[in-house]
């Protein structure tokens, strides 16, 4: 009898050990994934803020140095033709930008699959957009309200095809811009800033030689 009791008391002074939580498992392995993909943002982010600020201080260097080369109707057109650029691309591909953003990245390979489609396809709309609005903003912008100031400039080039020839140009930089849209929305839906800084610092490079090219002649 002695023997049972011993028995029951050491069954009742033992501690049962503790199974494993699968949660305790999962999340040490959750937290790791989402700090490197914190941290790549963070420094794909700081590479993109040196880029733009880069090709900032190139652009305002170049301008300084090409007020003495430069004309106030050449100044003037240069002027209307990049606010003329500017204006159709931020109503062609703006919107598209921003809704592109909202699309959140997914752990699920069939869904972020589809959400990079998705991003691809509205890209196209830029393009179409553009396309449309193309024409009257450029009738608007240049045919109508600063006709004067083209019309001396092509009297100072004695060019009469000059006009034709800077709306092509005009149209095809356009149209060259926005056929970019589903790449560079596409690198800014999978966060690599790397690869948009690059691009848009060789263009801010080949902007800067082609307009010192047109003005020093």
Do not use: W
């Amino acid at each position: 009898m002695s023997e049972i009791y011993s028995r029951k008391a050491t069954d009742k002074g033992s501690v049962k050990p503790k199974e494993p939580d699968l949660a305790d498992d999962v999340t040490p392995q959750a937290v790791p994934s989402t700090t490197a993909s914190t941290q790549s943002a963070s420094s794909g982010a700081s590479i993109l803020m040196m880029g733009q600020v880069f090709s900032k201080i190139i652009t305002f260097t170049l301008n300084q140095l090409l007020n003495g080369f430069q004309t106030p109707t050449a100044l003037g057109l240069i002027n209307v033709i990049e606010f003329t650029i500017s204006t159709i691309l931020f109503f062609s591909r703006e919107s598209i930008r921003l809704t592109c953003n909202q699309i959140e990245i997914s752990d699920n390979s069939l869904v972020q699959l589809q959400n990079t489609q998705l991003t691809i396809n509205l890209s196209y709309i830029s393009i179409l957009i553009g396309l449309i609005i193309i024409t009257p903003i450029l009738y608007l912008q240049i045919s109508n309200n600063h006709i004067e100031i083209i019309k001396l400039k092509l009297q100072e080039n004695n060019s009469i095809k000059s006009i034709y020839i800077l709306l092509s140009l005009i149209v095809i930089s356009i149209v060259f811009e926005l056929a970019s849209e589903p790449y560079y929305n596409l690198n800014q839906f999978k966060l690599n800033f790397v690869n948009r800084t690059k691009f848009e610092s060789f263009a801010s490079f080949m902007r800067c030689i082609l307009k010192s090219k047109a003005i020093i002649q």
